[in-house]
């Protein structure tokens, strides 16, 4: 189909994106007479270009090569209120250990909620120890036959509801003493602090991301496999990375292939454009630098099974 005239013609992102490398690795593999400008060559570039719509850089039968960008576990540590910062005791790029301080909220609220429920709790255990004392009295006077059994229904039900007060101020405690952790923003895992977003005496707003620590786990790249390529995938197959910026290709592996597939922008799902599907997959890196960061492009080449019988 053409473009309507006057109309510029426009080309995905991600196809700019790869054509700088995919026709120069192809081109090697187009015999020499087929090369000149024609019709043949014409509708293999054509080719070559679609597979590069599809992530698809490799030629041969035996890999497929894919573009993609390196991921990382990260920690996102975010204010649970609005609170001022009293400390950051860590600094970029510096290690931490799981449970390690990052950044500490002011906590001058939480511990006076605390002061306050304990002494609740203090005033709850004194009218549980005056109830109990009564429900005995109202026991033993009953027995002698001096009291009604209403007094002593009714002697029991006050000592019951000072129990429940009693435990309704040790929820409160512990209620404000995790509020009051929680205004401590700790590591949950061992890794690297990656970003500070804020400055200590400044006010973080309720749910405020203030730091992001890149866990010391082993990185991986999203790619998305074509479904050509799927059944002669799977977890465990090797890979290589090339990641722009490094002077190295790193050794990897497939971790997951996604079962759910998407496809490239087409509105209908045609036999033909079966072979449009792409499934998301995760290929870890195996000996990665440990100041690898997330987001750099790479270049995946995933060795394939050979085609059964």
């Not at 033993?140 to 000592?159: C, G, M, P, W, Y």
């Not at 998305?224 to 990375?241: F, K, N, Q, Y």
């Not at 995760?282 to 997330?294: F, G, K, Q, T, Y």
Request: hydrophobic content about 45%.
């Amino acid at each position: 189909m053409t473009a309507p005239a006057g109309r510029p013609r426009r080309f995905p992102i991600a196809l700019r994106t790869l054509v700088p490398w995919i026709v120069p690795r192809c081109a090697a593999r187009i015999p020499a007479q087929r090369r000149t400008p024609g019709p043949v060559f014409a509708r293999t570039v054509a080719s070559i270009l679609a597979l590069g719509l599809l992530g698809v850089a490799g030629c041969g039968r035996d890999s497929v090569e894919l573009a993609g960008t390196v991921e990382r576990k990260t920690l996102e540590l975010a204010a649970p209120v609005s609170a001022e910062i009293v400390e950051i005791p860590v600094a970029v790029g510096e290690p931490v250990a799981a449970g390690d301080v990052v950044v500490q909220l002011d906590t001058a609220v939480a511990d006076a909620e605390l002061r306050a429920g304990e002494a609740a709790k203090q005033a709850a255990d004194a009218g549980l120890k005056e109830a109990e004392g009564l429900y005995e009295r109202a026991v033993n006077l009953r027995k002698a036959r001096v009291s009604t059994a209403q007094d002593l229904d009714t002697a029991e039900r006050r000592r019951d509801e000072a129990l429940a007060l009693v435990a309704e101020k040790e929820a409160r405690i512990a209620q404000a003493g995790k509020r009051l952790d929680e205004l401590t923003l700790r590591a949950h895992l061992a890794g690297v602090v990656d970003q500070i977003a804020f400055e200590a005496g400044e006010r973080v707003p309720a749910g405020g991301v203030t730091a992001v620590v890149l866990a010391n786990e082993a990185p991986w790249v999203r790619v998305w496999l074509p479904a050509r390529a799927v059944a002669r995938a799977h977890p465990g197959s090797e890979a290589t990375i090339e990641i722009e910026g490094l002077d190295r290709t790193l050794a990897g592996h497939v971790t997951d292939i996604s079962r759910e597939p998407e496809f490239t922008p087409h509105y209908a799902l045609t036999e033909r454009e079966s072979a449009h599907l792409v499934y998301e997959t995760r290929v870890e890196i195996e000996d990665a630098p440990d100041d690898l960061r997330p987001g750099l492009p790479a270049r995946v080449r995933i060795r394939l099974g050979r085609d059964e019988p």
